[in-house]
């Protein structure tokens, strides 16, 4: 592989570091609570996954996508081409943010009573 697609692929995931850690560190801690609250914890871990292959391979991709296609066509193609993957990695991200939403929020019974009442 070209090092200079290396190289701007590691510059651009750098920045992403501290989020990366902070995924790893969840998905962690879940698998530790996984026996407590086994559908929480499962949610919390593969939406986390999903951020962190997003995060990491979807920032690698973006970096590649132009020197890859540079070549190949105009920029009118790979501005198309960009655009299309920005929108299947924001469906994917939502997707993502659905479940954590899920896992936070969907798991309320509706026996405890309101604090409020």
Excluded at 3 to 32: K, M, Y
Excluded at 35 to 63: M, R, W, Y
Aim: with cysteine; glycine share 8%.
């Amino acid at each position: 592989m070209d090092p200079q697609i290396l190289l701007a692929s590691g510059v651009t995931v750098l920045p992403r570091i501290p989020w990366i850690l902070v995924a790893i560190i969840g998905i962690i801690v879940a698998a530790t609570r996984l026996q407590q609250h086994p559908q929480v914890a499962q949610l919390v871990i593969i939406a986390l996954c999903i951020e962190l292959a997003l995060n990491v391979f979807g920032t690698i991709l973006s970096v590649m996508l132009p020197f890859l296609v540079r070549d190949r066509g105009s920029t009118t193609e790979l501005g198309m081409l960009m655009g299309g993957f920005g929108l299947c990695t924001s469906f994917i991200g939502a997707l993502a943010l659905a479940l954590m939403l899920w896992a936070a929020l969907g798991w309320r019974n509706s026996n405890h009573k309101n604090l409020t009442s």
